[in-house]
């Protein structure tokens, strides 16, 4: 565990994970995206009082059950609960019924633990729940003085280059995220996935960059009726980054926002058997 703040620590890996340690109690944010590195946090940090949930994915809860084992009360926002209770569910929402082979695997999934409401936790007054929804319904952040952990509020400038886009469910409640954190003045963001910064700003305008490129592309796609499913394939040629028959559900997800974001502003119209057309 590195040191980054009084009291505050940070494992960087494919998810990054921190530990706030306040008179003796000991807040984990996440667990991790593998039981491997799961493990590595555990060696590392011992016993923690209580796991903060930035959110539900099955890449930040995968060590759930090893700290529930020990001890730790798990919290998240009630958004969030059902997902954690159930990891199935992320692809159960992800494919809109049972989820074929290709959404079964640990990177969509991870083994269930008991969870509580973040309504029912009196944190100690350091720390603070910060609204970042968007790439979630009930992605949170976790703010300690000045230092904020952002779950996936934003993703590092690598990432980006690495994924093309910016997963969210939401597109208006992302970039209020966006610019939540954007206007705010403290020492030092995490992002789960990219490098810590003192300055977040280039990695924000990337994340937001990326999603307005989709956005335009989306609007130029749509000239003529297209599904879903359509809309996704002329998006992966013309953008030529990698997908897989499992990851190709997440980019469907994705999408899909960017449609009804369209729609909620008057520029899309969802006309008869799931076709899009720009009006």
């Known amino acids: 565990m590195e040191k980054i ?22 807040f984990l944010i996440d667990t991790g995206s593998s039981e491997k ?7 590392d940090v011992g016993n923690v009082n209580f796991v903060l949930h930035t ?3 099955a890449d930040h809860i995968q060590g759930n059950y090893l700290f529930a084992h020990r001890g730790a009360k798990i919290y998240a926002n009630e958004l969030e609960i059902p997902f954690i209770r159930d990891s ?14 290709s959404l079964r695997q640990n990177f969509f999934k991870a083994k269930t633990s008991s969870v509580f409401s973040f309504d029912d936790l009196v944190l100690p007054w350091e720390i603070e729940f910060v609204d970042l929804y968007g790439h979630s319904r009930g992605m949170t952040g976790v703010k300690i003085q ?12 690598d990432i980006i280059e690495k994924y093309s886009y910016p997963y969210l469910v939401d597109v208006n409640e992302f970039l209020k995220s966006l610019d939540t ?3 705010m003045d403290l020492r030092f963001y995490i992002p789960s996935h990219g490098e810590p910064s003192a300055n977040p700003s280039m990695d924000i305008s990337a994340t937001r960059d990326a999603l307005m490129k989709f956005i335009d592309i989306t609007l130029k796609s749509i000239k003529f009726p ?25 980019f469907r997800s994705f999408e899909s926002a960017i449609l009804s974001y369209l729609e909620e502003k008057g520029e ?12």
């Open 5 to 26: 703040g009084e009291n505050v620590w940070i494992k960087k890996g494919n998810t990054n994970v921190g530990l706030i340690d306040i008179d003796g109690k000991r």
């Open 146 to 157: 000045d230092i904020i952990f952002c779950g996936d509020a934003y993703f590092g400038s």
């Open 268 to 279: 899309s119209l969802n006309i008869s058997f799931g076709k899009w057309q720009i009006k």
């Open 226 to 250: 297209k599904t879903v499913e359509e809309i996704c394939m002329d998006m992966i040629e013309k953008m030529k980054f990698k997908i897989n028959s499992g990851t190709f559900y997440l």
């Open 55 to 57: 959110h539900s994915h």
């Open 88 to 101: 199935t569910l992320e692809a159960f929402y992800l494919y809109g019924a049972n989820p074929p082979r």
């Open 181 to 183: 954190l954007q206007k």
């Open 37 to 43: 590195f799961a493990k590595e946090v555990l060696t």
